[in-house]
């Protein structure tokens, strides 16, 4: 941490020179101000003047994203990363910095995700990329955060609540429940073991637990009820399964969030530090344009008709030919005895997975023939509805 507090003493000449120093001294009274500096590359720098903390921008030209460093996290970040376009170029993997040749001026910084959220908030991160349910927990609802995308769709899973479903818990179904049982008292609390010691007391206290308890721990939470270690856990759950295999069981109300990964930034960065607001742009277009593409499809196919509007009468008969906003309807020209016509019209339309081989049959079904299917990788639109939703927040 690079910290430079400040001191002020005050007194006679006298009182701060050596007693056995040469130099002839009065007692005129003068101020000295001396700084102790501890200085990191890794941190901001901030002054200590009277208890009072003052930041500084950190002094540096380059623009940083940080990313998960280890686990499932990481690695299905540096693959949505790829599928934008936005391969990141990591020289030696033992190095904790790399870059996105695509976006200049960008530093790619490898960190622990609670740590990536730190740093943002403390001015050493521009960007960053981690489960909302760190940013909640680390950034303990700091203003200077914003979730620029809030929806990355990976890393799902939610921060519960979970009690075990014998004992004096078995009738237990709900907070309500659990809020109303007597026996909970000051000098028998409600233990609770969770690593998540910010957002964990917060939301028993706003569902009217008052005798709480709470142990931190890490990993293997499901056995501290067996155990007798603990009354309940607050962890995250991906598919209840490891729950369900202990004896413990999500109640209703008990769900703390919904969590998934999300691109976050900082306020501080996004206003004052040159080019974070562009390449947050450039970043957040190509992933809405990827995520918005998933699992969509181009259907193409000729079809017979007088006119086009009478074949886009046609299709958008059917349900599942509506498209994004709707076909794109075109002359197919041929030569026939010499003479160019367009007796065949080409329709093109965009069809999510899971209606594609209804839409074919109903297209079939309207006189459709030759019909091409592809993934789509991208679809932009005029303005990503987040960007504006970004300007907005910063008051831009």
């Not at 999500?250 to 080019?275: H, N, T």
Request: net charge neutral; hydrophobic share 40%; charged share 20%.
């Amino acid at each position: 941490m690079s910290v430079s507090q400040s001191f002020f003493l005050q007194g006679s000449v006298s009182t701060l020179l050596s007693p056995h120093s040469s130099v002839t001294t009065s007692c005129r009274k003068v101020s000295v101000k001396f700084t102790v500096s501890c200085c990191s590359a890794a941190t901001s720098l901030f002054t200590v003047v009277n208890g009072n903390v003052e930041k500084r921008p950190n002094d540096r030209n380059e623009v940083r994203l940080g990313l998960p460093s280890k686990g499932r996290m990481a690695s299905d970040t540096l693959d949505l990363l790829k599928d934008c376009q936005l391969s990141v170029r990591q020289v030696n993997p033992r190095q904790y910095v790399a870059e996105i040749p695509q976006i200049s001026n960008l530093e790619v910084w490898f960190q622990r995700p609670k740590d990536i959220v730190r740093k943002l908030v403390s001015g050493d991160l521009d960007l960053g990329i981690v489960g909302l349910d760190t940013v909640y927990e680390y950034g303990q609802g700091d203003e200077d955060l914003i979730i620029v995308h809030d929806a990355l769709d990976y890393g799902d899973c939610r921060l519960s609540l979970a009690i075990p479903k014998y004992g004096i818990f078995e009738n237990v179904n709900s907070m309500k429940e659990l809020a109303e049982m007597p026996q909970w008292t000051p000098e028998r609390p409600l233990r609770v073991a969770t690593g998540f010691t910010y957002m964990g007391p917060k939301f028993m206290k706003e569902n009217g637990l008052k005798h709480v308890t709470f142990s931190t721990a890490d990993g293997a939470l499901e056995a501290a009820p067996a155990m007798g270690i603990a009354d309940a856990i607050v962890d995250l759950v991906s598919s209840g399964t490891t729950l369900r295999e202990n004896n413990l069981k999500e109640i209703e109300g008990g769900v703390i969030v919904q969590s998934q990964a999300v691109l976050v930034a900082g306020r501080k960065s996004l206003m004052q530090r040159k080019g974070v607001l562009d390449i947050t742009h450039e970043m957040l277009e190509r992933l809405e344009a990827h995520l918005r593409a998933v699992g969509q499809f181009t259907v193409t196919a000729n079809m017979r008709g007088s006119s086009a509007e009478e074949v886009a009468e046609r299709i958008l008969s059917q349900t599942s030919l509506s498209g994004l906003q709707g076909p794109t309807v075109s002359p197919v020209f041929c030569k026939r005895d010499g003479r160019v016509t367009a007796d065949y019209f080409a329709i093109v339309i965009c069809v999510p997975k899971k209606a594609l081989y209804k839409s074919v049959q109903q297209l079939r079904a309207i006189g459709g023939s030759g019909v091409l299917i592809s993934p789509l990788t991208y679809i932009f639109d005029e303005e990503t509805p987040r960007w504006r939703q970004l300007l907005s927040t910063l008051g831009l």
